[in-house]
Every structure is written in structure tokens, then in C-alpha cells.
């Protein structure tokens, strides 16, 4: 739902109609990353609050300054809040804006990754590593080497390799290094350096892990997104392109990327045969939700398949604080997903 029609929404019928209820309700909370770890859900997301910023489209009211994480031990339990994770101020190379996370586990150690600016302005993604689930975790002194933009996601194979996904549009800055380095200065139109309609969407980034996981093994690289005749997806494309919230799953021997469309609001999917891509494009996870963002996740419990998301129903349509819901999803017998309605009619 497009944020110029919230004046028209009734919050308390929209709760009535909603497939979904917020996870937890006394802290706002937003980018759910979900991983079920030894028969428990852990879940990573933003953590939403009203720092007084100014709203703009570079996402500068966007203001997080830090992470919980949150556990079920069953999908229909509550949601248990463990404290903060990780702060900003403890890190020594970020300076603010916390944006989404996501988590891997490895060799008994636990591995937050994400997204902030540095002290220059530009958005790096960093890691930090935890012997528990829930934190604290320890940052590493400097970010990812090569890294830049926002909305990290990581994806184990089952081989082992772990392979990082990122990337966003306008806030996000990644059309800002198109040439292979940060191209502009903040504050700036964050339309500025997109491609034309009719040019080549820009797409998310993919780039292996070490075995450590703390840095890239190679140079990220285009993971292409390509329609049904095999084309890349253009720019102007803007119902199915991509714009932020890269996520991984495997079903049935494939591999399923699923992102948001940004200022469309729809959460989209793609198949490939392999992590690196192309993925063709398949359609619509999610319908639009109340808010001006949609970001999720999709994690396998108990043999079953769940959307995580957010929307802005709990703050009564505040863009900037959100809270994080899960609804189950059905993969259909011709590869595709079935499209959620996030709120019924």
C-alpha cells in the first residue's frame, strides 16, 4: 500500500483483516532475517526508532542504531526479545543508520552481517561473530573489504559455500559505484546515476565468502535477472526489477531469489539453477503492505515454508517504524509461489 493512501486506512479494521499480527509489539522492528538454528527460530531485524530526522528519499529517518534478536521455539509461540545485539557505537568503523541484517552459522561460532554508513558517508557491510545465537557479538575492526551499499544476505549451500547478496537503490547508494566506485557526494538526489528506462536494471551483487566468513573471496558480480526470453530486466521495469532485500532459499534443487521492488511495494521472486544466476523471473511473493518499504525473508520450519516481513500497521502507517510478522507460504506444483494477500479482503 503506497504511503499517499494511509490517510484513508482505518488501522483498526486493517489489523481485523491482517493474515498476520506483529511479532512483538514493544520495540519496532523491521528487514526480519529468520534462521532456524537446532530446532529454533531466531529472528535478525532492523530495530526502528524515531530518531527526529528529517524524511527524505535517501532514507535519512531511517535512523537505527542498533540490533536484537529475537527467538520462538515454535512459529505459533511468542517472540522472545534478547537485548541488544550489537550497538553502533561499538563498532569502529560505522558511524550510523544500522539498516537490515542477517545472520550464518559456522563451525560453532554465530556471524552477524550488516549494513551501515561510515564515517565518509558511504555504506559498507560489516561482520561481527558471537558464540551464542542471540549475541553480543564482537565487530571486526574494519568492514568487509570491497563492500558497499546495504541489505546483506547470506546464503549457505550444501556444499558449504556461503555466498553474500546485496545491494539497494537510491538510500541504498548502489547506483552510485555503476563504474566501480562511489560516484557522487551526500546529500544528493538519490535518483541521481540510475540507468535510463530502456537500459539494463541494475541488479543485486553476489559475491562468495572465505572460509571464515569475514571477507569476500572474489569481487562481487551482477547476479542477472533476466524475464522470460532470457533479457535482463530494464530499469523501467520498476513492477518486477530490483531495487532491495536480496534473499536466497533452495527448494526442490533450485534456487529462489526474492527482493523487493522498493517504490512499487511488491515482494518478487526469481529461479535459477545455480547461485550465482541468471534467475528468471517467476512473479509475486507478496502483495503491498502498509508502509512505504517491504522487506522479508523465507525460512523452513518443520518441513513448512514462512514469509517474514513487515509492515507499518502497528505504528498506525509510520514509515519508519515497523513491525515484523510471519505467514506460511506454499511452493506450487510448477515451481512458482504462491502470491500472498497481506491484508484480506
Not at 17 to 35: E, M, R, W
Not at 61 to 69: G, I, K, L, N
Amino acid at each position: 500500500m503506497p504511503e499517499e493512501s494511509l490517510d484513508h486506512i482505518n488501522f483498526d479494521k486493517l489489523n481485523e483483516k491482517a493474515i498476520s499480527s506483529p511479532l512483538v509489539k514493544h520495540i519496532y522492528t523491521a528487514d526480519p532475517s529468520a534462521h532456524y538454528y537446532n530446532g529454533k527460530i531466531y529472528i535478525y531485524p532492523s530495530h526502528d526508532i524515531d530518531a527526529g530526522e528529517a524524511f527524505d528519499d535517501l532514507g535519512s529517518h531511517f535512523a537505527m542504531e542498533d540490533y536484537h534478536v529475537l527467538s520462538m521455539d515454535s512459529i505459533d509461540g511468542p517472540a522472545v526479545d534478547h537485548g541488544i545485539a550489537l550497538h553502533v557505537k561499538d563498532v569502529p568503523w560505522a558511524e550510523r543508520q544500522m539498516w537490515a541484517p542477517d545472520a550464518a552459522y559456522k563451525g560453532g561460532k554465530y556471524y552477524l552481517f550488516f549494513p551501515a554508513k561510515a564515517h565518509d558517508g558511504i555504506f559498507r557491510i560489516g561482520v561481527a561473530v558471537s558464540d551464542s545465537p542471540t549475541g553480543p557479538f564482537t565487530p571486526q575492526p574494519q568492514a568487509i573489504k570491497n563492500s558497499f551499499s546495504i541489505d546483506p544476505a547470506v546464503f549457505e549451500d550444501e556444499d558449504g559455500s556461503f555466498y553474500m547478496y546485496f545491494g539497494g537503490l537510491w538510500g541504498g547508494q548502489l547506483q552510485r559505484w555503476r563504474n566501480g566506485s562511489f560516484n557522487g557526494k551526500e546529500p544528493e538526489s538519490p535518483t541521481a546515476h540510475l540507468p535510463n528506462d530502456d537500459e539494463m536494471a541494475l541488479m543485486p551483487k553476489i559475491a562468495k565468502m572465505t572460509d571464515d566468513l569475514l571477507e569476500f573471496a572474489e569481487k562481487p558480480k551482477d547476479a542477472l535477472i533476466i524475464d522470460e526470453n532470457g533479457n535482463p530486466l530494464l530499469a523501467g521495469d520498476i513492477k518486477r526489477r530490483f531495487f532491495e532485500a536480496a534473499w536466497l532459499h533452495k527448494y526442490k534443487g533450485k534456487y529462489y531469489f526474492s527482493y523487493s521492488t522498493g517504490d512499487t511495494h511488491f515482494i518478487c521472486f526469481a529461479v535459477g539453477d545455480n547461485p550465482y544466476g541468471p534467475f528468471t523471473y517467476k512473479g509475486r511473493i507478496l502483495e503491498p503492505v502498509v508502509g512505504w518499504t517491504t522487506h522479508h525473508s523465507i525460512c523452513k520450519v518443520d518441513e513448512k515454508w514462512y514469509l517474514f516481513y513487515h509492515d507499518s500497521s502497528l505504528s498506525k502507517g509510520v514509515t519508519h517504524l515497523r513491525c515484523i510478522k510471519v505467514a506460511e507460504i506454499e511452493h506450487l506444483s510448477d515451481g512458482t509461489i504462491k502470491t500472498l494477500k497481506p491484508y484480506r479482503d
